[in-house]
């Protein structure tokens, strides 16, 4: 089994400043890790996602998010934030490889950018 | 670009009655989802659904729930006698498996919101 843990449910960040939003996770097999963001009143965006190869992996809106084995992390970050990215971050693990398997969610971290 | 749909996006119903929240995946994709997200909680996985017929399940996915894929295009979750803590927004997703563009990736559709009062 998997689980994931967001330490932080809520960060607060001034617009213009950076932002790290961390994400740890527990897998006794190989996985695949993905961020997804959920805007208010809608469903789950897909961010980015890691499943092999170089460990910084880049997505939309300009987050990026860098696998650390060793540490078992997958932190979120963007240099500047907007507005706009007022929302809420979910990290999320499943098993790789093929097979229909489910992603288990860690409890999200509140993001609020502040002009 | 292709994306999942759900219907309703809001269903509010008695204790006790059926309810059946309906889902169109995206085309071609092999893997279904279905998942629940209790108010202030986090997202919690309750079934998936490969080859017309359930691959895995959660605790969560009691005798109460059902899934089924009546047609090729829609996927539906049946909840026979709704309870209070069923209410919840519930999400439809879908994986195109193996050799599909991002056949790795599961896209959510919007959610339904229900409420059982």
């Known amino acids: 089994a998997q689980s994931v843990t967001q330490l932080d449910s809520q960060v607060p960040v001034f617009e213009e400043a950076p932002v790290e939003l961390r994400c740890n996770y527990s897998s006794s097999v190989s996985v695949y890790l993905f961020w997804y963001v959920q805007y208010p009143n809608q469903g789950l965006q897909l961010l980015l996602k890691y499943l092999s190869g170089s460990t910084l992996v880049k997505g939309i809106n300009g987050f990026e998010a860098e696998f650390n084995k060793s540490q078992t992390s997958f932190h979120l970050r963007k240099p500047s934030v907007h507005i706009s990215d007022t929302a809420e971050y979910f990290c999320?693990?499943?098993?790789?490889?093929?097979?229909?398997?489910?992603?288990?969610f860690g409890k999200g971290t509140k993001l609020s950018v502040i002009p | 670009e292709p994306e999942v749909t759900q219907t309703p996006s809001h269903q509010v119903t008695q204790m006790g009655q059926e309810v059946i929240l309906r889902c169109v995946p995206i085309s071609n994709h092999l893997y279904f989802y279905w998942y629940r997200q209790i108010l202030g909680q986090k997202v919690e996985f309750l079934v998936s659904?490969?080859?017309?017929?359930?691959?895995?399940k959660s605790e969560i996915f009691d005798d109460q729930f059902s899934v089924e894929r009546p047609d090729g295009s829609n996927f539906t979750l049946k909840i026979r006698s709704t309870k209070l803590e069923d209410s919840a927004m519930y999400f439809c997703a879908s994986r195109g498996g193996q050799g599909a563009e991002n056949g790795d990736t599961q896209y959510f559709g919007p959610g339904t919101r229900l409420t059982v009062l």
């Open positions: 999320a693990v499943s098993r790789s490889g093929a097979g229909s398997y489910q992603l288990t």
């Open positions: 659904f490969y080859n017309n017929e359930i691959s895995e």
